[in-house]
Structure formats: C-alpha cells, structure tokens
C-alpha cells in the first residue's frame, strides 16, 4: 500500500477511507471503497461515489488493488498451548519417531533453565514406525526432566518418569499405561494439570500474546477461547481474557468447559461449553462410537456424558441464559448430545433450546437423523474442515481407525448446510495451526467429493458463522453498522468456486451479482494478509507493506 498504516496502538475513534481496492461485501458486490468511523462500518460503495468522502476522513487508504474482507472468526481455539506450539515445542512436521527424537533431544539441550519442558503434535499414526516414544526413550532424550508431550488430537499424552513423580496416585488413575502407550483418561489430565500448574504466569502470558499475534498476522479478529477445568486452568482463562481486555489485538470470547454453570458465569465465560467432554477423539480410540473401531477389535471408546446428564446441563444454561456446548465426535456421543438437548426441550420448550443457539464441537460422525435434529434443536456445527485435509481419505487416519466405509462419512458439511444447519468454523489450534484460507480450501475441496461446500459457503461459515455462534447476527459482513472487523489480503484474482459448475459458472456472470474471493484450488498461493483490523483499531501490519 502507498500510505503507511497507523500503529496497533492507535485508537478506534478517527475516520478512514479505504479506496482503490476489492471490498467483499453484500451491500455492493462491485464496492471498490469503505468508510470506517468510531469502530463501525459507515458506507461502502464505488471509487466514484469514494470522492465525496475524501475530504471529511482522517486518513485516506489506497488499497492498491488489495481485496477487504471480514476479518476471520476462529471458533475452537486453545490459546496458551497454541503459544507453546508456536514457542515451544512442536512435533507436528516429524515424518518419523527418529525426528521426533531428535526435536526432542535440541529443545531440551536450548532450553535448560526451564523447570518443565512441553510439547505438542507427535501422530504415530503418520510414521512409519507406526508407534510413539516410550517413558524410558524420553527419559534418555531430556536427561530425567519432566517432559509432556501432547498427540496432535490433545486427547491422550507421553511424559517422562519425572513428570509422573509430581503426580501422586497417578498409577491408579484410568487412562494409566506403563510406559509403552499414552496417557488417556483421567491419568492424562492429571498429568495435564501438574504440567501447566509448573508453568510461571510470565511463560503463559508470553504463550498467549504468541498466540494472539499469529492469529492477528493470519487476518483473525476473534478467537473462541475453549478453555475448562480438564483442560486449562481458571488463572489460565482468566489471564487470557484479562490480556485481550488489555491489550490491542484479536477479541477473545470465552468458553468454560464445566457442569457448574455458575462457575461458568463467575469466570466471565459466555457459555458452559466448548470442550464439555461427551467423549474423546478418534486418533486416541476415546471417541464413543456405535460400533467398534476397525483396528481396536471389541474398543467403541469411551463415553463421558449420557443423555440425562446432557439434558439437565442444557436447561440449568438455558435458564441462567448461558450457551450449553458439547464436544462430541464419535456417532453414539453426537447421538447422546441429540437426546439430552431434545428432552431439554421437551422441558422447556423448543423455542427456548432454539433461541439459546447451544453448540456442539467437532461433531464429525453424523447421520441423516442427527443432522435433522440438530436443524430441529437449533445447534450450531462448530467444526474444523483441516480434520478432514490432515486425517481424511482412504489411505488416512480416519479409514484407520473406521474403515474406509464409515470413514468416508464424516464431516459431512453440504449435508449440514442443506438441512440448514448453522457452521462456525474453527482450528481446534494447536491441534490444527491457525490457517483460515487454508481451512475454507479444506472444506470447497473436502477429500470426499459429496460433502464439498462453495468457498463462498465455507468463507461465510469461518466469519459470520463464528459471530453466529456467540449469539451476533449483526457481524461478520462489512455493510453499514457492522462492527470494523476487517482485513487487507495480497491476491491474484477473485473467481466463485462451487461443487456444483453451472453454479459456479451463473455465479461469475455479472449478473449474479456474487463478490467474488481467492481461488481455493489446491495449489494456488493462499492470500498474504497485509493489515487486520479489530473494531477499527489496527492489531496488525505486515512489515515493509
């Protein structure tokens, strides 16, 4: 861009003409300008009508060609590990437990003063050795320091022996295994929790402002925080909500993961929800399913929620006016969470379940009836297309685990959005990096051909879905009276991509009147973020830009 870009510190009160560019925007297809004043979208429209506006602005823009969207929502966000990831240690790019070793060992060796080492990403499932490091290898490769090290899913760990002598009882704990396999269960979150209780305030807050700067780098402006009781801790959420408050940079919303609904609501949660455990995940054999996995002969996962414990937690939120949010994967999990909001309902009536618009995470595993059900109850699908991309396929993870049969029905996404179901999309980072553009791709080209959804649809669902599911239906589009939630993207030319051709091809013709965006194909060069913008007060700039 010609003109250089106030600080992130700046204030949200001056008024900015953006001109020469692409704004993506329902109110005029073809809008070349917009005009932001006091945190809000005032008017968008052609370079002509832009004239008028010039002279009365603080500041005038030249986009240079540069296309504007609404910034992005990430809807399932772990923050302070996403930090760690990014600052710490992550085995997500190890082709090999030999790799993986190795990362293991350098990390250690740099960072000796640290009285915990943590990690994240390692996937068995993807090296050829086809098992993870045992206690006694970590044990070699830190020297006997406490080590915890995450599979990419977050739902099962190894750790050293040291780590395991801060944890009294840990032995008798479900989920125990000694030495040769992770950690699940309540062993794994006892582990969890001595792990980030051993991490100094001043390491989490560094974590935390890693995360949120990368977020903002990637033309995030808000992230779904989803924190709780087995996955964080209350000085953890708190602290992070305390920084967004504080500091410039991506809105933070949050989710506290708890049965208490009043705790909820003293944390300055806005649901009790988000990683509620329903069940666990399908790369650690802990998501609940109807019938066994393929390659865990007898094992259908575990179940951490029936349906009348579901029910009694959708009311107790619904009436202290909290969203209820669920993490359920597996069939007989999503199942139990269609049952326990349906009999909510029964108790309280459909219209108040609905306009609750309570969640469900993941939700991979679905069928023609729960699908219908979640239209019925009014749930939202807060899913996480890069799932699929990293996982999906014949010859991926999910056939592993299932068969290829089962596997090729999940995350059925058009059936979703046919029924009329509401998406929020979202990363689940770090079990996923943040990547929106890369997660909208994942989604227009889903590896099973019949669950592919438009660009279009998929952009939509990774920016006003994520308003959607907070209860916003007021952003997420940059028209008149929308909050200034925006970013500034380096693109080649727009095009509209859709599964079906004779739509796409009716959506390109002027007519249509449809804004266009980034060509999603596999391959292309995703969009370079120049500028984002949150509430009218800039939280990033791309150097030399």
């Avoid at 960072?111 to 006694?136: K, N, Q």
């Avoid at 609501?265 to 019938?291: I, K, M, N, Q, V």
């Avoid at 139990?336 to 618009?357: M, P, Q, Y």
């Avoid at 023609?368 to 991309?389: K, R």
């Amino acid at each position: 861009m010609s003109e250089s870009m106030p600080p992130a510190s700046s204030g949200d009160h001056r008024t900015v003409l953006l001109r020469g560019g692409e704004v993506h925007s329902p109110a005029d297809p073809f809008a070349t300008a917009m005009v932001v004043e006091r945190g809000h979208v005032a008017w968008v429209g052609s370079e002509g009508a832009a004239d008028a506006f010039a002279s009365g602005v603080d500041e005038v823009v030249d986009l240079e060609g540069a296309l504007v969207t609404p910034a992005f929502v990430d809807a399932h966000v772990h923050t302070t590990a996403t930090g760690f990831a990014l600052t710490g240690l992550d085995l997500s790019s190890a082709a090999s437990l030999a790799e993986a070793a190795e990362l293991i060992r350098a990390h250690a060796a740099a960072r000796p003063e640290d009285r915990i080492l943590i990690g994240h990403g390692w996937d068995a499932s993807r090296w050829p050795e086809r098992r993870p490091l045992t206690r006694a290898e970590l044990d070699e490769l830190t020297g006997g320091r406490p080590l915890y090290l995450t599979r990419i899913d977050v739902h099962s760990a190894v750790v050293t022996t040291a780590l395991l002598d801060l944890v009294p009882g840990i032995r008798d704990l479900d989920g125990f295994h000694d030495g040769q396999r992770p950690l699940t269960g309540d062993a794994h979150h006892a582990v969890r929790a001595a792990a980030f209780a051993a991490v100094s305030p001043l390491q989490r807050t560094e974590a935390q402002r890693a995360a949120r700067l990368r977020a903002a780098s990637l033309g995030i402006g808000t992230l779904h925080e989803c924190g709780g009781p087995r996955i964080s801790s209350e000085d953890d959420f708190t602290g992070l909500l305390d920084l967004a408050r504080e500091e410039a940079g991506p809105r933070v919303v949050g989710y506290w993961a708890d049965l208490d609904v009043e705790r909820a609501r003293a944390l300055g949660a806005l649901g009790a929800a988000g990683d509620l455990f329903a069940d666990g995940s399908l790369g650690s054999h802990t998501a609940c399913l109807h019938e066994p996995y393929a390659d865990h002969a007898g094992h259908s996962g575990s179940a951490h929620l029936d349906a009348a414990a579901i029910a009694l937690h959708v009311v107790a939120c619904t009436e202290a006016g909290l969203q209820a949010g669920f993490h359920a994967i597996g069939d007989a999990a999503v199942t139990a969470v269609v049952e326990g909001v349906r009999a909510a309902a029964e108790k309280l009536g459909l219209a108040r379940i609905r306009a609750a618009r309570h969640r469900v995470e993941h939700v991979e595993m679905l069928t023609p009836e729960t699908i219908a059900a979640f239209a019925e109850l009014g749930l939202t699908a807060s899913v996480q297309p890069a799932f699929d991309a990293l996982w999906g396929g014949e010859e991926g993870m999910y056939a592993d685990r299932l068969g290829a049969e089962r596997a090729r029905t999940l995350n059925p996404y058009a059936a979703l959005l046919r029924a009329g179901v509401p998406l929020a999309f979202g990363s689940d980072s770090p079990v996923t990096p943040l990547d929106p553009w890369g997660t909208v791709r994942a989604a227009a080209f889903h590896r099973t051909p019949e669950h592919r959804i438009s660009a279009r649809a998929a952009f939509t669902a990774h920016t006003r879905g994520g308003w959607r599911a907070v209860g916003r239906d007021d952003a997420g589009t940059l028209v008149p009276g929308a909050p200034a939630d925006y970013a500034v993207w380096r693109t080649e030319e727009l095009v509209v991509q859709a599964p079906d051709d004779r739509v796409a091809r009716w959506s390109t013709d002027p007519r249509s009147g449809t804004p266009g965006l980034p060509d999603m194909s596999p391959g292309v060069e995703l969009p370079v973020c120049l500028r984002t913008v949150v509430y009218g007060q800039t939280v990033f700039v791309r150097p030399n830009e």
